[in-house]
């Protein structure tokens, strides 16, 4: 128990000199209350580390997290796979303009020489 705390407490620490490094870093002050915004939400999240293991639903938000980041990654191939075979057809629709190109369904190939 003492151990988990301990850790705990390590990690909120050196959480926060990371982000006041990161914040004294930023170029640009105007982005400066976005990191801070998005810094904020991590530090809630790791706050609430001990709860949620108290609790048992550690592992559930876990769970829910690559549930929905596997779900967003299977979409982002649909997509990708879309625009391949759209992008093909369109090739293929395009080769149907050119001249002398109409009965380029019907060309076999018998033999290939590699000198």
Same mark, same amino acid.
């Given at each position: &128990? =003492?151990? =988990?705390?301990? $850790?705990?407490?390590? +990690?909120?620490?050196?959480?926060?000199?990371?982000?006041?490094?990161?914040? #004294?870093?930023?170029?640009?002050?105007? /982005?400066?209350?976005?990191?801070? =915004?998005?810094?904020? %939400?991590?530090?809630?999240?790791m706050m609430?580390?001990?709860? %949620?293991?108290?609790?048992? &639903?550690?592992?559930?938000?876990?769970? %829910? /997290?690559?549930? &929905?980041?596997?779900?967003?990654?299977?979409?982002?191939?649909?997509?990708?796979?879309?625009?391949?075979? $759209?992008?093909?057809?369109?090739?293929?629709?395009?080769?149907?303009?050119?001249?002398?190109?109409?009965?380029?369904? +019907?060309?076999?190939?018998?033999?290939? #020489?590699?000198?």
């Open positions: &128990m =003492f151990d =988990f705390l301990y $850790e705990w407490i390590r +990690n909120i620490a050196f959480y926060m000199v990371l982000v006041t490094a990161v914040t #004294q870093v930023i170029p640009n002050q105007q /982005y400066k209350k976005y990191v801070r =915004f998005f810094t904020g %939400l991590v530090l809630v999240l609430t580390t001990p709860i %949620l293991r108290l609790l048992g &639903m550690e592992m559930d938000i876990t769970n %829910l /997290y690559k549930d &929905m980041e596997y779900e967003d990654q299977i979409e982002e191939f649909r997509r990708a796979g879309e625009i391949f075979y $759209e992008s093909e057809d369109d090739r293929y629709e395009n080769m149907k303009d050119v001249e002398g190109t109409e009965d380029i369904e +019907n060309i076999k190939v018998e033999e290939i #020489q590699v000198d």
